[in-house]
């Protein structure tokens, strides 16, 4: 049975409720309104234990109902008494473990030892340089504050190079390659690959061929000095660094 | 949906056609669709791709492609290519070669492959359409003047022209004398030693520009040159200062010239006095951005608080977009600003340092941004910052009924945050998280909600793989990508949350030019698995 699924607000959920944290708000239909005195900061009239979410009920029965409060009042009802998008489905075994429980921040087993793992490392990805990607500021605008003459940064360390790729004149980390017999040229991003086998795979890819042919082709590139060299017989450091453009060729013998 | 006259006098008809996400659709579809349409704008990064979240390239435009299109349409008119990279100047060569009817060139924030500056002779002698050229983006150590002169000079229709910073102050006047019918211009570096002649050569030569409205470049300005553009700052209604390093007395002196502006977006060197000032010479500004000088230092470097936001926002009533980057915020002032001006569309405020607390009170800015929420109610676009728990959610929910576009960072505590926009934000149609605690439970609660969004973006969450994969099972109308470096995510526990996750709806099915580091969670993957 297909889900239901219109540009409608959102029907019933993808898995079962059971129970929602949010009835235990209590009444909707309680909730503050802006209303028409401006100056007042409705907001505020919470009290100091607001940001427990769980005491705000008690705060909202006590204020006076508006209509206003309604209209997310009655989303949120239908959404707990909905039905499922087909009643007579089968829920998947899978499903089980993705059911709403009364705290919503009840974590199955072991994720949330994941996910603390994961949430400490991904604030200092940066190799401690920082977060990354934070604040979010452009890449070129990280380069103007360098040159800051007076009061900016202390260190005048280079915007950090995405991808370890030194030395390249510009910043773009695109480099072109040809397959022997192909007129057209493609480009290839070097910054998203590792190693060879990443970049060889890549490759493979983008001018299809299959992994039967493979052993046909031969990576070969042009280094700063203008000279063809087999991608294989140096280092990747050496090789990223050094090549200028790629070429696919079949091998002879 | 309409009915189908309607649909062919539409497809027939479309000249213009805006592709927000690339990969919502193919280019097979779109040229199906609209047979004669003539002027194609496309995106394809999601935003927080900017910031160097992930490596992957989402938009590469090669050579290749511009080539086809060169080739394949003639009379060729507008190309905005908006956030792209993986072209070089040999494309724009042949793009410049072959479009003889070409009015627009617009490369706004592209990573450009600079290989020569000579790609601008590659436009015929008798090539005159242009009508707006933007090259900001273009590095080139050598540039070819000449040619950008002899350009300038025969495209008699040029409104808009920006330069890049390899263009010299110097060549500026030159330049600008070939066209005086500007409205539109971005300077290039601005810094030369401080020469008489030259200074005079400049400030007549904007003497004569009547129809300047819009300023733009100034890397690295040198404060005295400043006063050459002071005959046009009076007719100026949009100023681009973001990469001027001066300080605030010069920035002051300049935004005093301007009282029709409309448009500022300044470093934060420009401080709160400056923003005061600003309040009150400036009364017709819609838009302010203010971005940081110092993004990363771990101390304020200039003085600029909360105060200038809320200067501006009192003193100028026409005031409806904002971008702010600051390091100290307060509920008080986000009210304040607030219950000012209503007006706001769009609001996006960046405290430097992720969970900042209200630095007065030290509690989170919930109901700060709540009362942006409640009082703004045509608000469009919204970025949060600071520390906020699970209720600035509440209120985003509640009241941000006209909401189209939100931002999060390092804010929330638990999937009631997610549930409440997602469920609450009747036209909410981007949304992008980063380092938030939220999971499984709201994104699968409203899983139906996706298809009504262009897309969603959440990194360093705590959404697992198994979701992602019922996603992707669930619901075939839409794109579920899991961008992950450390390698397959069925290779980790299914309980294991993804490192990236991007979900965007779609009719053009899973794409293929993904890098090893992204899978696309289909139908299969349930079964794969």
Known sequence: MELQLGLALPPPPLIPIETFHLNSYGNYETREALGSNALSWPLLKLGPADNDINNIHHHNSSSSSSSSGGGAGCKKRSFDEAPFFDEKRNVPKTLHLLLWTNQPNDEDDDPSNVLHENSSSAIFKNDGEGLVGWPPVKTWRKKVHHQIPNGGAENNRLPAVENGIGGRASKSTYVKVKMEGVPIARKIDLSVHHSFEGLTNTLMRMFGISDGNRKIFKLTYQDREGDWLLAEDVPWRTFIRSLKCLKLIRSRG | MVCKSWYEIERWCRRKVFVGNCYAVSPKMVIRRFPEFRSIELKGKPHFADFNLIRLKRMVVTDESLELIAKSFKNFKVLVLSSCEGFSTDGLAVIAASCKNLKELDLRDCEVDDLSAHWLSHFPETYTSLVSLNISCLGSDEASFSALERLVGRCTNLKTLQLNRAVPLDKIANILRHAPQLVEFGTGTYTADVRPDVYSDLAGVFSSCKELKSLSGFWDVVPDYLPAIYPVCSKLTSLNLSYATI????????????????????????????????????????????FPSDPFGAEPNVSLTEQGLVAVSLGCPKLQSVLYFCRRMSNEALVTIARNRPNFTRFRLCIIEPKTADYLTLEPLDVGFGAIVQYCKDLKRLSLSGLLTDRVFEYIGTYAKKLEMLSVAFAGDSDLGLHHVLS????LRKLEIRDCPFGDKALLANAAKLETMRSLWMSSCAVSFAACKLLGQKMPRLNVEVIDERGPPDSRPENCPVDKLYIYRSIAGPRFDMPPFVWTMDEDSGLRL
């Open chain 2, 424 to 427: 609450g934000c009747e036209s």
């Open chain 2, 247 to 290: 300080q605030s007395p010069d920035l002051i002196k300049l935004v005093s010239h301007c009282p029709n502006l409309q448009r500022l977006l300044v470093l934060d060197y420009i401080e709160d006095s400056g923003l005061e000032v600003l309040a009150s010479s400036c009364k017709d500004l819609q838009e302010l951005r203010v």
